[in-house]
């Protein structure tokens, strides 16, 4: 057999049996072997994505809803960039992706040779690891057959370790690329038909538990000092964290601040037992998770300021919030992540402690459980909230602008939907507007970068790998941007895209550059007179247009009611959107 395609199944299998189940291919000559060799696994699903940028953004949204390594499969030259800003958001984020690339062999490097570019650690620091590979050879050695099946397993395993991230694998191959005219390429070849050794690569690591002694500490700390607050940023771990650290903050009388990003906001609390019981022990979980506070934290607040803060994820989306807690003197700030990544922009945390966040939480709980909690602050904090979402919760019923659509769609997900919400105001509404409930909403979005580039495609991306109802909500110049990845909204029919039209990126008219006109409308507002109606034609999807609220929740109603691929476009004004938010943020001034 081709050694190209000998060695790419050998590679392949042991990513399978690494656990890799998915793979975004892009079509290309020089990565034919490994596109065989990805097609012919039976266990690996195989996705295409014409446009390498969206590929790279595809393969994210999947790994983001999956939370395992996705790989990427490209050809040679230019192909390969475009994997660069999914790359970059993956590094920020820490999302795993394996991307493999084809390249030329050595001799043609640095020659002028068609499509061949610099590829070898092309993506510099964004990624974990990257490695060039040998030219496969027909006659290889039994320690190169090990070394592409070690290879794998590591790239695999290190893509996907305690700090996960995109690992880069670059692949140059010596024609022939493709198997000879009847030979059988697509039969797997069993590593052990390869070469006789019977050897395999078992990888893996634990998660780090906190000491006796740091528990002792932390216990101690949170006992004498009654007035903390407890911060979850974009980002935090699922699993049982969402109980464990709400839990942590019923027994510390620590109110907790939910970004919207970090699944703690928006998840079902109902714990088994009578309905009574059920009823009363959401409600008093209720009351701990605070989502109110990029309204209220504008105004001055009067409570007494807090002495501990305890933080998870990444840096809060909310300006305010982050504006707080740069304002405030606490003793202690300790931040706990077990991938060991820095998140403090205001550079003030005291204790960075990388541990496996659920495992400190469940391990406070059980020194904590005699611990009883002053109620006094807790009852401030959670006073203001409510007072907040009773006006906020009015003013949305009574004004119709961006930032109530977003409320209303939350309203309207059915239980377990996503929700890739898209950068630039529609995540900022999200965080101002969506109050928190006891409803499962798998909410995504790329606040690693932020970039309003692949937002298309990393929710498409989330709806394939999940099958779950999925709610996309990106800005029109979002939408432009990565318009050619509607070609893969056929295949996910479980996708609604719901593009925010303000002709133009309404999120400048929060910036003192739209008190200097010219250059404002022209050169950063942008607006365009583009319609999503002809898109959503060449695209072949259902599209509703919709201009007011009764028919923007119709429109919401019949996407949750009938899923098919569909864009609903709701039409704004964007100066009267930004009128209207000022107005209702001056009423908690
Ligand atoms: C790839 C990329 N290019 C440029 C920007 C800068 N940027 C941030 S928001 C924005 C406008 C977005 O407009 P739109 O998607 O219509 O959303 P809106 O502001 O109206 O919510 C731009 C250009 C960016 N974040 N990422």
Redesign the pocket.
């Known amino acids: 057999m081709n050694p190209n395609i000998l060695l790419s199944q050998l590679f392949v299998n042991n990513l399978a049996s690494a656990g890799l189940e998915s793979v975004v291919i892009s079509p290309g000559s020089r990565s034919t072997p490994l596109t065989l060799a990805f097609e012919a696994h039976p266990g690996i699903e195989t996705f295409l994505h014409i446009d390498e940028r969206g590929a790279g953004f595809y393969a994210l949204g999947m790994s983001l809803a999956s939370d395992k390594p996705v790989a990427l499969v490209c050809t040679s030259g230019t192909a390969v960039a475009n994997y660069l ?1 999914a790359i970059v958001e993956a590094h920020m984020s820490q999302v795993p992706l394996l991307i493999l690339t084809g390249d030329r062999p050595h001799e043609l490097r640095h020659s002028g040779a068609n499509q061949t570019i610099d590829q070898v650690k092309i993506f510099g620091d964004q990624v974990l690891w990257s490695v060039d590979m040998p030219i496969p050879q027909a006659d290889a050695p039994e320690v190169a057959l090990r070394h592409v099946q070690t290879t794998a397993v590591r790239a695999y395993t290190t893509a996907n370790g305690l700090r996960k991230g995109p690992v880069h694998v670059n692949f140059p191959f010596r024609k022939p690329l493709e198997p000879v005219i009847g030979e059988p390429y697509s039969v797997i070849s069993d590593p052990f038909t390869i070469h006789d050794s019977q050897f395999t690569i078992n990888y893996s690591h634990g998660k780090l538990s906190p000491t006796d002694e740091q528990m002792e500490w932390l216990t101690a700390v949170l006992t004498q000092h009654p007035r903390g607050l407890i911060i979850c940023g974009p980002r935090c771990p699922g699993g049982e964290f969402p109980a464990a650290v709400t839990a942590l903050a019923q027994q510390t009388g620590y109110p907790l601040l939910a970004d919207p990003l970090s699944g703690v906001r928006f998840f079902n609390r109902r714990e088994r037992g009578d309905f009574e019981e059920e009823q009363q022990s959401v409600k008093s979980v209720d009351s701990f998770i605070i989502s109110g506070y990029e309204t209220f934290m504008q105004q001055t607040l009067d409570w007494p300021e807090p002495q501990v803060i305890v933080r998870f994820g990444q840096v809060p989306t909310s300006k305010w919030l982050n504006a707080y807690l740069d304002n405030i003197n606490p003793t202690i700030r300790l931040h706990i992540r077990e991938n060991g990544i820095w998140a403090d922009d205001s550079q003030r945390t005291t204790h960075f402690w990388q541990l496996n966040e659920t495992a400190v939480c469940q391990t406070l709980l059980t020194r904590l459980q005699n611990h009883q909690p002053e109620p006094a602050w807790q009852q401030t904090i959670q006073a203001t909230e409510q007072a907040t979402w009773e006006t906020l919760e009015t003013q949305l019923r009574q004004h119709w602008f ?1 930032g109530a659509a977003i409320a209303t769609l939350l309203e309207k997900l059915p239980e377990e939907a996503n929700l890739l919400i ?5 995540v900022r509404h999200l965080d101002q507007y969506g109050r928190s409930r006891s409803k499962t909403l798998h909410i995504f979005g790329n606040r690693g970068a ?4 692949g937002n298309i495609a990393t929710g498409l991306g989330v709806a394939a790998a999940t099958g779950r109802p999925t709610f996309i909500v ?6 432009l ?1 990565d318009l050619n990845s509607l070609l893969l909204a056929r295949q996910t029919p479980n996708a609604t895209l719901i593009v ?1 039209n ?1 002709n ?5 008219r929060r910036l003192p550059i739209s008190q200097h006109e010219p250059p404002f409308t022209e050169r950063f507002l ?1 607006p365009h007179g583009r319609s999503f109606a002809y898109a959503a034609a060449m695209f072949e999807i259902d599209y509703l247009r919709t201009e007011n609220r009764e028919q923007f929740e119709r429109a919401v109603d019949t996407a949750v009611a009938h899923p098919a691929p569909r864009l609903i476009e709701l039409l704004t004004d ?1 100066e009267t959107d930004e009128q209207i938010r000022r107005q209702i943020n001056n009423k908690f001034k």
């Open positions: 800003p961006d898209g950068n630039s105001l529609p932020s970039g309003i580039d990106v800005g029109d110049v979002t939408a941007h925010i303000n133009g990126g309404g999120i400048f942008t964007g």
